[in-house]
């Protein structure tokens, strides 16, 4: 099984690849309710759920996760952690027995505490070393964006 949030479709790239090199199964995991299109509101709502520690509600489950063995996890790095939706994910789904191979993409900052929030959510799983890629276009796009909207436009 190949499983993984992506937001911005950086880590849903190397979902797609995992996925298209060995007999699997691809699962997308996804909020019940959206987050925000807007990427500072996401970042806001997001830290919001990590300090409170919520666990946004799923829009589907993985059905019959007893089959699986072996699940690759992807999920960005938010606020310096895991998104919250995979601690959703890890808490309705019984990884006991499982190996997890986590793939991880961050904007710079590196891997942060997720990797104890996958230990602290999948107790009786055997979590493999990750593979960890820096992808953090949608923050560069912004910020460049912003940076050229700032500047004054002169006619050609």
């Not at 909020?31 to 990427?39: E, G, K, L, M, Q």
């Not at 829009?59 to 959703?88: C, K």
């Amino acid at each position: 099984m190949v499983a993984c949030f992506s937001r911005s479709g950086n880590t849903r790239v190397v979902a797609g690849l995992i996925h298209r090199s060995m007999p699997s199964d691809l699962f997308q995991v996804e909020p019940a309710i959206d987050y925000p299109a807007d990427y500072l509101e996401t970042v806001a709502k997001a830290r919001q759920e990590r300090d409170d520690g919520v666990e946004p509600a799923l829009r589907t489950r993985i059905v019959d996760i007893d089959r699986y063995d072996t699940v690759y996890l992807g999920f960005p790095i938010w606020g310096e952690t895991a998104p919250p939706i995979i601690r959703s994910l890890l808490s309705q789904h019984d990884m006991s027995g499982k190996t997890i191979v986590p793939f991880i993409t961050h904007g710079g900052y590196g891997v942060g505490s997720s990797l104890r929030v996958l230990a602290r959510h999948a107790p009786n799983a055997r979590i493999l070393e990750a593979f960890v890629m820096q992808a953090d276009q949608e923050r560069k796009t912004m910020e460049s964006v912003n940076a050229w909207l700032a500047t004054p436009h002169t006619a050609r």
